[in-house]
């Protein structure tokens, strides 16, 4: 869905670096989450936010941090990466009156 | 706190096979219940939801899921499946919490064969 944009799409780095992953929308929507997806595990949830003032750690927040610079852009950082972090992350954003969340394409990270 | 049980993990079929996939909540209260779709080197898309009303919902592609509530159960259908559904398959979940955080099942993994 065009609508909703990541960047990277693709990135290899080392242990110990720090990442920043980026994701803008043009849907208009509030709120805006990142899932890490594993193999096996499904998709688990970082952060997400209801609005450029409101930041909520998810399930898997150890690790990560958020900004929220504004209401259609939503960065993730890994401020020290490490192996285990290697995943497939998604951005998602929904609109406040209903619970469907529309997704970005993916960042796929790898830490070496 | 809720959870998503997905039992089948891998499933293959050949084509114009019926589908059925497994989707079972834990949370007591009322729900909203998705699936979407992964297709391969894809992102997540919508599928179906239930909110309210008619427990047979009926989706994009010809899918329809069924809510039985006295089986906290959300199995998604088809009748008869093509290649182009070879995709990961996610059951979701949200409870109301007052805020729209879903959670996700494992996923199941559907292979096609033409």
């Known amino acids: 869905d065009a609508d909703v944009t990541q960047t990277p799409r693709n990135r290899i780095t080392k242990t110990g670096k720090r990442i920043m992953l980026e994701c803008s929308q043009t849907k208009g929507h509030d709120r805006m989450y990142w899932y890490r997806q594993d193999p096996g595990l499904g998709l688990r949830l970082i952060y997400y936010?209801?609005?450029?003032?409101?930041?909520n750690k998810g399930e898997i927040s150890d690790g990560y941090s958020v900004s929220r610079q504004a209401q259609a852009k939503f960065s993730l950082s890994l401020e020290s990466a490490i192996p285990n972090q290697t995943a497939l992350y998604f951005c998602a954003t929904s609109e406040i009156h209903t619970d469907t969340q529309y997704f970005g394409p993916g960042t796929r990270l790898t830490v070496l | 706190a809720q959870s998503v049980s997905q039992h089948n993990h891998h499933v293959i079929l050949s084509e114009a096979a019926s589908l059925e996939l497994g989707c079972n909540y834990s949370?007591?209260?009322?729900?909203?219940l998705f699936w979407y779709v992964q297709y391969p080197g894809q992102h997540l898309q919508l599928l179906l939801k239930?909110?309210?009303?008619?427990?047979l919902v009926k989706g994009i592609k010809g899918f329809e899921a069924e809510f039985i509530k006295s089986k906290f159960s959300f199995n998604l259908r088809k009748p008869s499946v093509q290649w182009s559904d070879t995709a990961e398959y996610f059951c979701?979940?949200?409870?109301?919490?007052?805020?729209?955080?879903?959670?996700f099942g494992t996923g199941t993994r559907l292979l096609v064969s033409p």
């Open positions: 936010s209801f609005d450029v003032k409101d930041i």
């Open positions: 949370y007591g209260g009322t729900v909203n």
């Open positions: 979701a979940v949200n409870g109301d919490t007052g805020f729209q955080k879903l959670v």
């Open positions: 239930y909110f309210s009303g008619d427990p």
